[in-house]
């Protein structure tokens, strides 16, 4: 910046944030300077139609962005293609400029559009609409359009829209009732496509191979134009979801402004301490609601990305508290959004944040996807999202005007958290992440081939598409257990009712949970099956829309969660047992170590047995109250693992390559190593902390030896295990350099304690964990 030069808005939002910090605080890591990029427009194509240029020079777009055209002009040319841009680069117009040619110019033809959210789908569909081009009709077909609505649909729109649930259950089961609509069909567009990873995306990849035979059924061959956030190699990726080959478009023609990243750790409370006498940080989200109402108080629209529902409603109300004490009309400028809302207040709060009514809003990452709120001045990012790929999809809400914008990323009291915000490179240098999906898991593959020949009867030709002799095994089971019945033909679906509803294709474990207030019979909210038992067990402390309430009941064969009206002090957190059990080891590699002794590396499939059995109460402090028990079925899971053990000499031995503890520190030992390892592999794979666990033992009676597992938190894997498999050493330095950095002394959430540990954090060694790791690293090939 030139001397005398006045500072751009996200330098003064940052001065203004910094102005609120408490003397004597410094939590300011690193900030970084993003230069602005200019644009690079080009003329429209000569194949566009005029009609559809005319339309969107109406709604103020002169002249297109090179990708917008790059990408465009490949589907037009039958090719499909994946745009893969940063957020506000126009993706929507890459797509919409060859679809709506292609409609125009053929009166019968029709389009189809998905997306991972009904927010994302509204939003878009409004967007189309607002180009007021002719005889497209673009509609919605999703769980909140009205059943008197949907034979319209069907029968009259050209562009519907919807999204994976709706196609899965409510179309290809259906397919003949859309023969129309399949046998014209020359697009399908598969917006924010990067979110589609792990199991949802390896349902999502068989459910468009699904698409893709149905409409061969009825003679149509769509083009597939993939919408991306940057991502590693986009076209890899796109082609294994869609099942086509695709083009990657990558480099991006549009604006943007000035963006000043901030990174920022909160800092540890004094007299305060939590679990087993740990330090603690104040909570990010606490941090984030400081920020949230600084940015309010400066007039600037700021999103605050948190990391939960339970965030997103705390931080909402920490903001509000702060402007109350500012000016009585400043907390309504303030909102929670976040899945689990009820349609109307979803489409509510939308509008809110589009006319300017919300100066901010605390949100999960529903409001990450593609929803196109413009003009926000900040963003806060309260814990790291999981992937570069979501940091930065969330980062790019800001600017959106062209002018300066302020990022601040907050560290959670969390390994990953604490290592980024020390090691800048690692995420503002770091290239992003290749998505994760696995087709071929029989977890996947099982419940989409039953559905696949429940539409239409599954012929040797068309296995190639599902995996071919992976499909054919698992056809084989499914013949033998009956499910299916082998014909000369094929093989069939002979049962009356369909399968589709049975099978949950984002891996959430089932229908979901409704959150019903016991004195007035309202539905509050839903929540996950698989994560009802962490949740909303009894006693456990709900929030909806800013108030609060206690779980009474949760009765999990009739999927209710009965709760009442209270505002307690605290909050909970639940605490488990979980067992681990080897089924199958896919791979073994043993290691020598210098002077005797073993680490082995393996891959395999296991069975997690979990239970929840008390939860924790706490203080906004972090300070424990209380343990109280619980009364909660067991759960098992079979999924993949990555485990290593250590012979028991290179643990307790002596000398060189030799850790040199004593028996009584190995739990704490590797129960800190394990931690550590599960907060670090978000690094290495395209997965966070709630998609894996883990399990470590001094002596595990399936391997014999002192064993560290961590696994996949979905049914059959979803793929992290195999990437923390693939790049063990780096993973494991990384881990060991997280603990060591510490400024801690014997341990804290920022380093070795799991905020999802079901043994409360004990034992932990920190110290015997740096020396297993040590000795470990040592172990293995360079």
């Keep these: 910046m030139a001397v005398g030069a006045e500072p751009d808005r ?5 001065r203004r944030v910094l102005a609120g910090v408490p003397t004597g605080e410094d939590p300011l890591t690193h900030v970084a300077e993003l230069p602005e990029r200019a644009a690079a427009a080009v003329d429209w194509p ?25 990408a465009a002009s490949h589907a037009h040319a039958g090719r499909s293609v994946v745009l893969a841009t940063g957020t506000a680069s126009g993706k929507s117009l890459a797509y919409q400029l060859p679809v709506l040619t292609a409609l125009a110019a053929d009166p019968k033809a029709t389009a189809l559009y998905l997306s991972p959210t009904k927010a994302l789908g509204a939003d878009q569909l409004r967007a189309l609409r607002g180009l007021g081009v002719d005889d497209v009709r673009p509609a919605a077909f999703d769980g909140d359009t009205p059943l008197v609505e949907r034979d319209w649909v069907r029968a009259h729109s050209r562009w519907v829209f919807t999204n994976p649930d709706m196609l899965h259950r409510g179309v290809l089961p259906a397919h003949e009732r859309w023969a129309m609509f399949f046998r014209r069909l020359r697009y399908v567009v598969v917006d924010e496509c990067h979110s589609y990873r792990g199991v949802f995306g390896s349902h999502v990849a068989l459910l468009l191979r699904r698409l893709r035979r ?5 003679g149509s061959d769509p083009v597939f134009v993939l919408a991306s956030a940057t991502v590693s190699d986009p076209a890899t990726s ?14 991006d023609g549009s604006p943007r402004g000035a963006r000043t990243v901030a990174l920022w750790e909160p800092p540890l409370l004094d007299a305060v301490t939590g679990e087993n006498g740990a330090p603690v940080r104040r909570s990010a989200g606490a941090e984030a609601a400081r920020i949230l109402a600084d940015m309010v108080i400066e007039g600037a629209r700021t999103l605050a990305f948190v990391r939960s529902r339970l965030g997103a409603e705390l931080t909402a109300l920490g903001a509000k508290r702060i402007l109350a004490d500012v000016a009585a009309d400043l907390p309504d400028r303030v909102a929670a959004y976040r899945a689990g809302f009820l349609p109307e207040e979803r489409r509510e709060l939308e509008h809110a944040l589009a006319d300017g009514r919300l100066l901010g809003v605390a949100s999960t990452n529903a409001l990450e996807l593609g929803v196109d709120i413009a003009g926000l001045d900040a963003v806060v990012v309260a814990g790291f999202p999981g992937t570069l790929a979501s940091f930065w999809q969330q980062a790019g809400r800001a600017g959106r005007a062209g002018d300066g914008s302020l990022v601040v990323f907050v560290a959670r009291d969390d390994p990953l958290d604490t290592y980024l915000v020390h090691h800048p490179k690692a995420v503002l240098d770091k290239p992003v992440e290749a998505t994760v999906t696995d087709p071929g898991n029989p977890y996947v593959l099982a419940p989409q081939l039953v559905c696949a020949a429940a539409e239409l009867p599954l012929t040797p030709d068309c296995l190639p598409d599902f995996g071919g002799a992976a499909a054919e095994r698992v056809l084989a089971d499914l013949t033998a257990e009956g499910t299916l019945r082998r014909r000369p033909n094929g093989w069939y679906w002979t049962q009356r009712d369909r399968p589709h509803g049975a099978v949950d294709i984002r891996g959430t474990g089932g229908d979901q949970i409704a959150v019903v207030e016991t004195d007035s019979g309202r539905m509050l909210g839903t929540v996950n099956p698989g994560s009802a038992c962490a949740t909303v067990h009894p006693g456990a402390v709900y929030l909806h829309q800013g108030h609060s309430y206690v779980v009474d009941d949760l009765d999990l064969d009739a999927g209710l969660a009965m709760v009442h009206a209270e505002t307690p002090d605290w909050s909970t957190s639940p605490r488990e047992l979980v067992d681990i059990t080897i089924l199958h080891t896919q791979s ?25 059995v008390a939860y924790l109460r706490k203080l906004p402090t972090g300070e424990v109250l209380d343990q109280i028990p619980l009364d909660l079925p067991e759960n098992t899971l079979t999924t993949k693992a990555v485990w290593y053990t250590v012979s028991e000499d290179l643990l307790v031995g002596k000398g060189p390559h030799r850790a040199g503890l004593k028996r009584s520190q190995l739990p704490g030992a590797l129960h800190a190593a394990e931690h550590a390892a599960i907060g670090l592999l978000p690094l290495f794979a395209t997965c966070d902390r709630w998609d894996i666990g883990g399990v470590s033992t001094a002596l595990h009676p399936d391997t014999g030896h002192p064993t560290v597992f961590v696994h996949d938190a979905h049914p059959g894997g979803a793929g992290f295990a195999d990437r923390g498999h693939a790049a063990l050493r780096p993973w494991l330095h990384a881990t060991r350099h997280a603990i060591a950095a510490c400024d801690c002394r014997e341990g804290c959430p920022s380093c070795v304690q799991s905020p999802k540990c079901g043994n409360g954090n004990d034992p932990l060694d920190k110290h015997a964990a740096i020396a297993v790791l040590t000795t470990v690293l040592a172990t293995l090939p360079s």
């Design 46 to 70: 000569a194949w566009a139609d005029e009609r559809v240029v005319a339309a969107f020079r109406g709604c103020g777009v002169d002249r297109p962005w090179s990708h917008q055209v790059e």
């Design 10 to 14: 996200g330098v003064r939002l940052l």
């Design 238 to 251: 796109a082609s294994r979801l869609s099942g086509v080959d695709c083009v990657a478009v990558t480099e």
């Design 588 to 612: 073994a590699v043993e290691h020598q170590a210098p002077g005797g002794g073993t680490v082995t590396v393996c891959l395999g499939d296991v069975a997690v047995t979990s239970q929840v």
């Design 214 to 218: 149905v409409c061969r059924r009825y």
